[in-house]
C-alpha cells in the first residue's frame, strides 16, 4: 500500500506525477503547508523533518523527492521511468542530486539568483528534449522546479528556450495533466 502526503504545487507534485505515471495504486494525503500541518505531531512522527513529500510503503516512511522517485521507477519498471544501464541510472541520480541541491534552493537567495541559476539549467539541459535522451524520472524533478520558477518570476520564454520546450512536453503528458488537475481542485497555496 502507498500513501502519498502532498501538498498542492509544493516539491511533492513531483512524486505525484510519478505515481501517476506508474499507474499503480496510492492514498493521497493532503497537507496544507499555510496551516502549519507539517508541524502538527501525528505529521512529524512520520516525518520529524515536517516537510513534503513524505511516501508510506506499507506504513514505512520515505522522504525526500530524488529518494522516492528512485523508488517509484525501480518498483514499476514497466513505466520506464529509468534508463536500463548503470551510467544511465547514475546520471538520473546526477540530475535529481542537481535539481534538489542547486535549483531548489535557488530562490531563497532571491529571485535574480533563481533567474541566474535557472539559465544554467537551461545550458546544461541543451535542446532537443529530456534530460537523458529517454523520458526519465529526472525531468519529473526538473519540471517541478521549473514550473513552481515560471509561477513565480514569471521569465521571458526567450531567455529560457530549452527549459520551456521541455516544459511543453511535460504537459502533454496525462500523467502531469492529471497531477495539476488533482492538485489544482485541492487548491494552492503557494508562496
Ligand atoms: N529536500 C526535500 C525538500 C522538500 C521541501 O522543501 N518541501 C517543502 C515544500 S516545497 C516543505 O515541505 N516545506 C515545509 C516546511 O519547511 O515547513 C525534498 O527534495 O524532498
Redesign the pocket.
Known sequence: MLTLYF?PG??SMAAHIALHETGAPFEARVIS?KNKQ??ESAYLSLNPE????LLLIDGRAL????GILFYLAKRFPEARLMPDDIEGQARAVSWMSYV?STL?PARRVSVDNARRVFLEADRKLGPGGWALGAYSVADIHLFRLFWRFVGYAEPDPKDYPNLFAHHAMMMGRPAVQRTIADEAAVGYELP
Do not use: D
Open positions: 501538498s509544493a516539491s503547508l507539517q508541524r515536517g516537510k513534503v513529500p522522504t525526500e523527492v530524488a534538489a531548489h
